[in-house]
Each structure stands twice: as structure tokens, then as C-alpha cells.
């Protein structure tokens, strides 16, 4: 579905009436992992990149202390005194940017108050970052308006504090790092345990990033991600017994497996099956070694034998890390029997959302096609596919310039 900017702009100017002159935009991307999957959690290496598609946030300041927050994915408008920010569930989707603001706001970077409106492309829950895109978006908004020049890996920072300590969710650095850093045609190979991070041009001639969307609420996501990290946990404990100054399971090799695995077999009461932890950390050393590994492989423009480990990822994340399920089974299967396809894996925290598949370009209207018979035939659901290039990170954008625009929704 298309929508004029115009429309969205109309919008924007109703809920915040004034000149379009202080009317600034700034757009956050989503992101898509490559490879590396439950492996930022574990001290190891993630190969995201940032989307085409993403989140827009038209902002105009205000002198009254009152944050205001609008947007057209949801009828909710929210209205808040800006002495008194706090997290309430009624608040939805305003719970992030307040959380954002909240954030900021402590380490000295602070408006008088001002009104947000958000649109965006992306899918809500599916794995692709909608929240992190908001977060960044807002993190860009208040830094231009106050003038703190905040670099970009500040912005992630800060965001993913606000998603850990206002909104309440646990989560890793990598969505905010991709959807603040990320570069066009090129992936952000990053150390989840250091934050060292390289970009990683992503030579993809002839071939697409295409995202499948099982549009399957992901339900368990929440309680397995808690399970699974308490597993690996229970792992790290036993395995620190023989290494002590173990910092996190992703920094044993794949040369250190086979001993790693014995103490993990030999493991009593733990409080676990044995033979679960040992298949869960067994994906967490393989994953992070493909992880490493798939940025020399983009280095060189092999994309076949990357796409041979997006394959071997979602294999592992099947059957050791337990985390796929029918329907992301279903899409992946179906992509791996399409013409055209060379690799293709779940992304994100499982159980539903998504998954990522890199197809031959004149293959992709076939591929589309044949993936959702097979889909529908398995699962008796229709996916939605997203065909984008990779994007730009955080940036600002011309208002000016948005006016004459169609956007694909």
C-alpha cells in the first residue's frame, strides 16, 4: 500500500498546528540480522544491517513543558506534563520516545518540551526493530533540538537504556547500534561483549535481501528468550569451573568444543537437563564463529558460501537452540526449495517474526510466489514479504523535500 507524504504531513500539521518552518523530520531504519542470532546476549559477534524501511518522526518544539506524541499507527494520543515522565502501559507506543526523553534528559541533554508524530513501514513485532527505530528517531529528534551533537553510538547507547530502564525490556545493544550506524550497502559486524565495531560493505550484485514475515504473534518469544539466557547462564557457570576467567560463552572456539561439551555432559545437579545445555551452548560457539567469519565472507564477495551459513544458522537455531517453531520452519524450508535462493534463516528472537533470505534478483517475483504456496499449504497462512535495500542509519530529512513523496506502507 502507498500513502502520499502529503496526507502524512496534513496529519502532522493538524495534531501540531503551526508553520511548517519548525517543523523538522528525522527517519530511524529497521534492522534485519544477517547471522547471529542469541549470540549478543552471550558476549558474541552480530552481523545486522539497517533497512530501507523504518520509522519518521515530525517534531516541532514547544515552550509550555508539555510533551505531546501522535502518530498514524495508532489512534492514541498521548499528552504529558514534562515535570512528571513516567512509564504507564496506557501510554503504548509513547512509553519509548518517554523513555528516550526520560534518558536523555539525566545525562544533561533536555528540551523545554515539544510534539511528536510518528509514522512508519515497518511491521509491528516481527522482528525487525520497530521499537529501536522509534527510540533512535527520538534520540536524533531531542539531540537537534537541543544542539548536544550527540554522536550516533551515544544516541544507541542511550536508547538501549531506555529500553532496559523505563520501558523494562532486557534487551541487547545491537538493534539501536544497527538502526543508529548503519550504512548503506553495507552490514555492521560488532562485538556485543567489547562494542568494537566495523562496517562491512556488502558486495550483493544480483542478488536482494527479501524479509518473510510469518505473521504468527510471536507469544512465546518473551519467555523462551528468558529461558533460554538463564540456560546459557546455568552453562557459563558449569563451564567456568574449568575457565575461570570465562567472561561469556561466545569467547570459547570452536577448538575448545569437544572438552566444553564433556564438562557440560558430565554436569550434576544443575537444575538442568544436561544434554539441553550442551546443545544450547554448542549454537552460541557455532553461531559466533559464523558470525565472525561471514564478515570476511562479505569481504570477498562470497555470497554463496555466506548464504551457506545463513543456512547453517537456522539449522542450529532449530535444532539446539530450539527457538524456530512451525512457522518459521515452514517459511525457511519453503525459501530453500525456491529457485533462485542461495540462503535464508529466521532473524530475530524466534517463535514467529521473521525471516531473511538472499535471492537471485530476477528470481524474486518467483520466489515470492513459490514460498507462499508452500507456505500456505504447511501452515494455512498468508506471509508478507519486504524487498529492501540496505539503508542509511538515523539521519535527518527535508520536510521541504517530503511533500511530493509516496512512501510504501
Partial sequence: MSIRWSDILEQALTFSPGSQTDLRAFFAPGRVNLIGEHT????????????????????????????????????????????????????????????????????????????????????IGAGLSSSASVEVATA?????????????????????????????????????????????????????????????????????????????????????????????????????????????????????????????????????????????????VFENDRAYHAADLLRRGDLKAFGKSMNESHRSLRDDYEVTGEALDALVEAAWNAEGCIGSRMTGAGFGGCTVSLVARDSVSTFTTSVAEQYKQRTGREPSFYITDIGEGVHEVSVANLWDNVITS
Fill in 40 to 123: 549478543d546476549y552471550n558476549g558474541g559477534y552480530v552481523l545486522p544491517a539497517a533497512l530501507g524501511i523504518g520509522t519518521w518522526v515530525l517534531v516541532r518544539p514547544r515552550a509550555d513543558r508539555r510533551f505531546r506524541f501522535a502518530s498514524t499507527f495508532s489512534d492514541l494520543v498521548v499528552d504529558v506534563d514534562a515535570t512528571h515522565i513516567i512509564y504507564d502501559p496506557a501510554y503504548e507506543y509513547a512509553n519509548y520516545p518517554l523513555g528516550v526523553i526520560d534518558i536523555l534528559r539525566k545525562e544533561g541533554v533536555e528540551v523545554e518540551g515539544a510534539d511528536f508524530f510518528f509514522h512508519g513501514n515497518l511491521p
Fill in 140 to 284: 536524533a529528534a531531542i539531540d537537534a533540538l537541543a544542539g548536544a551533537r550527540l554522536s550516533k553510538e551515544k544516541m544507541a547507547l542511550l536508547s538501549q537504556r531506555a529500553e532496559n530502564e523505563f520501558v523494562g525490556v532486557n534487551c541487547g545493544v545491537m538493534d539501536q547500534f544497527a538502526v543508529a550506524m548503519g550504512q548503506a550497502d553495507a552490514a555492521l559486524s560488532l562485538n556485543c561483549q567489547t562494542l568494537a565495531y566495523q562496517l562491512v560493505p556488502m558486495h550483493a550484485s544480483g542478488y536482494q535481501l527479501v524479509i518473510a514475515n510469518t505473521n504468527v504473534p510471536r507469544k512465546l518469544a518473551g519467555s523462551k528468550y528468558n529461558e533460554r539466557r538463564a540456560e546459557c547462564e546455568a552453562a557459563l557457570a558449569i563451564l567456568r569451573q574449568e575457565w575461570p576467567k570465562l567472561q561469556a560463552l561466545a569467547d570459547l572456539s570452536p577448538a575448545q568444543w569437544p572438552q566444553a561439551a564433556a564438562l557440560l555432559e558430565n554436569a550434576h545437579s544443575t537444575g538442568h537437563d544436561a544434554q539441553i545445555l550442551l546443545r544450547r551452548a554448542r549454537h552460541v
